[in-house]
């Protein structure tokens, strides 16, 4: 069944969930999960626009901070019992949805599972989706496990 499941992670509450999900799902299946989180060009994007930092510096911290987020992920699929690996990829050059789908395919992944928040009408136009981009363009079955609507 599922024994490689790929989750993209961003540190969020609603990408723990999908994380949750995979977990439960890797026990059932006695599966492996290989995390990863991305620094794309719009997230670079964005956090020079909010922050007042020089590109270098800047690349440093969402760096480090894709190493922690990575590092968390995958303690807590450790204490459950189930192997893991984080890889942790700088894309400024591909958006996320572009390296996801590629790690599904170099990774030969059997099952993506994403937290989305599952927004709709102008909140989706306007935000976009990953998620959405990822399961339009998978090569493999995607999981989206939505947000509670209260967190939507």
């Not at 719009?42 to 007042?52: H, I, K, R």
């Not at 993506?112 to 998620?131: D, F, K, Q, W």
């Amino acid at each position: 069944m599922y024994q490689r499941i790929l989750v993209p992670i961003d540190g969020s509450a609603t990408s723990d969930l999908g994380l949750n999900e995979a977990i439960r799902l890797a026990q059932l299946t006695h599966g492996s999960l290989r995390l990863i989180h991305v620094i794309d060009e719009l997230s670079f994007a964005l956090a020079v626009d909010s922050y007042g930092y020089y590109a270098g510096e800047l690349l440093d911290l969402l760096r480090k901070s894709g190493a922690e987020i990575l590092e968390k992920g995958m303690a807590a699929v450790r204490e459950q019992g189930i192997i893991v690996e984080g890889v942790l990829y700088e894309n400024l050059d591909k958006t996320v949805q572009q390296r996801v789908i590629a790690e599904a395919e170099s990774w030969k992944a059997d099952l993506i599972v994403i937290g989305t928040h599952g927004r709709r009408g102008v909140r989706r136009m306007v935000l976009g989706s990953s998620a959405e981009g990822i399961l339009r363009g998978a090569p493999v079955p995607v999981l989206l496990v939505r947000a509670p609507a209260d967190t939507a």
